[in-house]
């Protein structure tokens, strides 16, 4: 966690809270004492009001807030939507949609909290989507860094899993599944892979330089039929 949310999740836990300890803080963000008593330091020095008694604990100020985030109600249902599915795939994804959905409900107004907490929206977890959310994970990681990767697939329907090597371009969710849309070096051509069909996936550490035909703008224009 960047030291930056780590700062944040100590105020939202202080709101929450009537008294909150160092070790309570310690043991919910996973860092030592010491590193929170820093932090609640800092945090005092930039002007957030929080009293402190040796050996009892941290209460934040009833009038310090932070501004609100300007949601209307269909914005927060897309938002929602949109997390759920992410908490869905597991993984790093899903610990990351989870706090994310947390710091919505701490700064937005009660009647926004109250529309989230009524929502029925529910994305049921399996071990299949744990290991997808992995998969994008560090799929979306190699393209950032242009990183191959070598992968196993098994072709739909195929019992026999192929080892390629593929410059990796996009992640795409059509229809119903997470696709990979990559450079393949063995079909010297644009290919998509089901994610969910890669048995397994090892970034390589040396990166690729794509040439001009091989981008993924160059793979939309093909499949949008705007061949130039």
Known sequence: ??????????IQHL??????????????????ERTIYRDIQDLIS????IDSAAGIGYILRKEYDL?????????ITSLVIGIKMAMAL???VAKSAEHALSKINHVIPKTLKQRIE????????????????????AINLAIQNSYPI??????????????????????????????????CTLREDFRHFRIDKIQSLTMLEEQFILEGHQNLQTFLRLVTGQVQ
Not at 1 to 10: N, Q, T, Y
Request: glycine share 8%; proline share 5%.
């Open 1 to 10: 966690m960047r030291r930056a949310d780590r700062l944040f999740e100590i």
């Open 46 to 49: 930039s002007g957030v009001p």
């Open 90 to 92: 597991g993984g790093n």
């Open 118 to 137: 009524g929502m029925q929206i529910h994305t049921p977890f399996s071990y299949e989507c744990g290991l997808l959310g992995e998969h994008i994970t």
């Open 150 to 183: 070598e992968m196993d697939y098994q072709k739909l329907n195929q019992t026999e899993i192929e080892r390629r090597i593929v410059y990796p371009l996009g992640i795409f969710f059509w229809s119903t599944k997470w696709t990979l849309v990559a450079w």
């Open 67 to 75: 501004p609100p985030l300007m949601f209307d109600a269909d914005e």
């Open 15 to 32: 709101r929450s809270r009537q008294l909150t300890t160092a070790l309570w803080l310690s043991e919910k963000l996973e860092v030592s």
